[in-house]
């Protein structure tokens, strides 16, 4: 395999991963829920688009022809993070999570907490 | 370079996923386990796309898209229970 196709595939993976990891560190390390709910539907997600591009290049110099099935698990995780984000964020607020004391705009989120679930 | 590279990236998920089961076992609300899960799933498809970099087959790509597939649906089922006590009403 020629040398630059791997240098592509590498930075790639690493950057990947790197992203990945600082998506799980912040869930691990981040205050309240609602900044903890920021590190992975970002992150991670961005982390797992560059995984994948990884495997798009390398497949398909690998076997010769373009292979884009790999981009469907991409475009997929991009449709639901946010989906997700948003179920979560909502469930969150119905059971009225604490949030950290040095969130700006606190009247905003108690008015947000005082409203009944959907 | 290509090995080099694929093992550092392994290692990493791997240890994501080690911060993930921390957070689900510790996480203080369900919330914080259920988003455990949802990024627990998110990085085991890293893991399968990693594993067939190694092994140099496409043979895992079904896998890691019904783990996508049947993840989202997981996570919105748990968090529609929470939310209202009642997946169908």
């Given at each position: 395999?020629?040398?630059?196709?791997?240098?592509?595939?590498?930075?790639?993976?690493?950057?990947?991963?790197?992203?990945?990891?600082?998506?799980?560190?912040?869930?691990?390390?981040?205050?309240?829920?609602?900044?903890?709910?920021?590190a992975?539907?970002?992150?991670?997600?961005?982390?797992?688009?560059?995984?994948?591009?990884?495997s798009?290049?390398?497949?398909?110099?690998?076997g010769?022809?373009?292979?884009?099935?790999?981009?469907?698990?991409?475009?997929?995780?991009?449709?639901?993070?946010?989906?997700?984000?948003h179920m979560l964020?909502?469930?969150?607020m119905?059971?009225?999570?604490?949030?950290?004391?040095?969130?700006?705009?606190?009247?905003?989120?108690?008015?947000?907490?005082?409203?009944?679930a959907? | 370079?290509?090995?080099?590279?694929?093992?550092?990236?392994?290692?990493?998920?791997?240890?994501?996923?080690?911060?993930?089961?921390?957070?689900?076992?510790?996480?203080?609300?369900?919330?914080?386990?259920?988003?455990?899960?949802?990024?627990?799933?998110?990085?085991?498809?890293?893991?399968?796309?990693?594993?067939?970099?190694?092994?140099?087959?496409?043979?895992?790509?079904?896998?890691?898209?019904?783990?996508?597939?049947l993840?989202?649906?997981?996570?919105a089922?748990?968090?529609?229970?929470?939310?209202?006590?009642?997946?169908?009403?």
């Amino acid at each position: 395999m020629e040398f630059w196709i791997e240098l592509i595939v590498s930075v790639f993976l690493v950057t990947g991963a790197v992203f990945v990891f600082i998506g799980s560190l912040g869930l691990a390390k981040l205050p309240d829920f609602y900044t903890r709910l920021h590190a992975p539907t970002k992150a991670t997600t961005l982390g797992m688009s560059c995984l994948l591009i990884a495997s798009v290049v390398l497949v398909s110099f690998r076997g010769g022809y373009l292979s884009l099935h790999e981009l469907l698990i991409t475009l997929f995780l991009l449709i639901t993070a946010p989906v997700t984000a948003h179920m979560l964020a909502k469930t969150a607020m119905h059971h009225k999570l604490d949030i950290v004391d040095r969130t700006s705009d606190k009247e905003l989120a108690k008015k947000a907490r005082e409203r009944m679930a959907p | 370079m290509l090995s080099i590279a694929a093992t550092i990236a392994t290692t990493l998920v791997c240890l994501s996923l080690i911060l993930n089961l921390w957070r689900l076992f510790k996480g203080p609300s369900r919330p914080d386990r259920i988003l455990a899960l949802d990024t627990m799933y998110i990085n085991s498809i890293a893991l399968i796309i990693l594993f067939g970099i190694f092994s140099a087959t496409t043979l895992y790509f079904e896998a890691a898209l019904l783990i996508a597939m049947l993840g989202f649906v997981s996570t919105a089922a748990m968090c529609k229970y929470i939310l209202r006590g009642d997946l169908i009403e």
